[in-house]
């Protein structure tokens, strides 16, 4: 086996199906506008609702084997919304960690803020350093909240990173290798996702983990973010569980049958 495969199997450490513990699991918050459009009201009502759905949703997870949660808050793309909405959301962001920074770091959850700071207004800024720098010692349970993220701005950053490296003479291009470029991602260095969720219906990854999720299970859930909570997440985790990741290889009984 090559350097670099053997390094990056490594960093990747999947989860087998069936091992009821140490899952990464991705949600792709998805739905809070049509929720509230069935309901006549006002999108920031779904938005408002998602935050209650995430709160349920990381209250449950241990409870699945789930020991990383890595959510999809705000895109690069979502900034093409409506500004009245983008500021909800920027609000929506600031309120959760008001109320749930202190009870989440008693709790021993890590919190990491995945994405680009740059264009982030200060407020949150120093929400998001605070959020991670008292949290930092904890490692009962880890919450990442992808906001201001775009799987293809973190490979663009992360190719920024080591072309940096290059050009001051501490890498040459030879060096590079999966585990190398990994290092450059914002997820670093954290497992890649077991499982990505996506709630609503969509069956899209809408620019979510683009290189995290080369072999990543995919569960598309009809349920809309705010009616999300533990039943959802148990159902998502057991069809996990039901899966077979091979990862390239062969099924090891049809191996040995074949000889
Ligand atoms: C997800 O719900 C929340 C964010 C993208 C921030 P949406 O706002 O995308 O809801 P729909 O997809 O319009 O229903
Ligand atoms: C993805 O959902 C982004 C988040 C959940 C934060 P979108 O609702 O923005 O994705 P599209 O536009 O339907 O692809
Ligand atoms: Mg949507």
Redesign the pocket.
Known sequence: MSRSTGASQRALRPVAPGDRGRLHVAI???GNGRWAKRRGLPRAFGHREGVAALRRTVEAAPDFGIERLTV????T??WRRPPPEVSELMSLMKAYFHSDLGRLARGGVRIRILGRREGLEPEILKIVEEAERRTASNDRFHLQV?FNYGGRADIVDAARAFAQQVADGRAAPDDLDEALFERGLSTAPASAPDLIIRTSG?R?L?N?LLWECAYSELVFQDVLWPDYGPEALKAAVADFHGRERRFGGAVVDDVLATG
């Open positions: 792709i918050m998805d999809f808050g705000f895109s793309e979502n992808a969509e899209r809408s979510f």
